[in-house]
């Protein structure tokens, strides 16, 4: 979701502008051109932390943006001597930030949070929301390995990194794969995140036409390739619903406990189902009642949607 912000920084600088962050995030970012190099840095010790910014301290960059609320990203700037860092004063990093920008006391979405960076620097944005690419090159290698995998297919995103909460229950989605089946003749591809191999397979024992479904890992890479080449994707409230919906793929999202204030921005491709109950939004990672802002969204619910969708795309 900082795309829009990187594209309207690329649109309005004119100097080299280099990244720093986890060596797979490059990949959701190929094919964009919203930066000259990336620098990646993935272990947290302090050894490599300190060896890598004073490596890059020779490069004299004159701005540095701490995207991340932390304080060890502000941190790695102002190790690197950097004249102006440019970033939310949050946990205590308010005396490494040279600019700081002015908090919303309301809650305000992730991409707006994000762009209200570039309006202070006082440069025009350019996107609204997200948009990636798939690169050649990307696609090529995804042929490479999963030779296999037959279209049309619905990938499903049964798991969420931030916690159960979010997971819509395993045989709803196990009976909507089957009504997917049934009815359309779709392949049924779920793509599990770390730890979430183990859910994606209970949810493929409960799929009658299992030679029609299966369980596939992939890195960042080829998961955008595949989310990319989907019919429609249906997608507990986690990380690749944006990147389906970023690629303008139809995507289905089975909203519960958070507010979905955080994560909303204008996207015609997107739909996202939740329930008015009591409790929500709740943002806890485990439910300690009986989850019913997701047990209430049906698969009936979800397959008629979805059967909308497939008739305007044909």
């Known amino acids: 979701m900082a795309v829009p912000f990187l594209h309207a920084l690329r649109q309005n600088s004119y100097g080299e502008i280099w990244a720093v962050g986890k060596e797979s995030a490059i990949h959701l970012y190929n094919g964009l051109n919203l930066f000259d190099r990336f620098v990646p840095i993935d272990n947290k010790g302090l050894s490599l932390f300190f060896d890598t910014t004073n490596k890059l301290k020779k490069v004299g960059f004159a ?20 004249g102006e860092i440019i970033g939310y004063a949050r946990n205590k990093r308010g005396f490494m930030i040279n600019l700081k920008v002015e908090e919303n006391v309301e809650l305000e979405p992730t991409v707006e949070h994000y762009l209200k960076i570039i309006d202070s620097m006082g440069a025009m944005r350019s996107l609204n929301a997200p948009l990636l690419t798939v690169t050649e090159d990307e696609e090529g290698k995804f042929d490479e390995q999963f030779v296999d995998m037959a279209r049309p297919y619905c990938v499903m995103i049964v798991g969420a990194q931030y916690g159960p909460s979010k997971c819509w229950p395993v045989e709803y989605f196990s009976e909507l794969a089957n009504m997917i089946i049934d009815t359309y003749g779709m392949n049924i591809y779920m793509l599990p995140g770390r730890n979430e191999q183990e859910l994606a397979q209970k949810v493929h024992e409960g799929i009658t036409l299992k030679d029609r479904a299966s369980v596939r890992s992939m890195n960042i890479r080829d998961m955008k390739v595949c989310l990319s080449r989907a019919s429609l994707v249906v997608s507990n409230d986690t990380g690749p619903r944006h990147i389906s919906a970023a690629l303008s793929v139809p ?64």
């Open 251 to 314: 995507t289905i999202v089975l909203a519960g406990p958070m507010d979905e204030r955080y994560t909303a921005y204008p996207s015609k491709c997107t739909r996202v189902l939740s329930k008015t109950v009591a409790c929500r939004p709740c943002n806890k990672k485990h439910c300690d009642s009986g989850h019913e802002c997701m047990r209430a969204i049906k698969p009936q619910e979800v397959a008629r949607i979805l059967g909308d969708i497939i008739e305007k795309n044909t």
């Open 63 to 82: 701005r540095a943006i701490a995207l991340p609320h932390s304080f060890r990203s502000a941190l790695f700037f102002y190790n690197l001597r950097v």
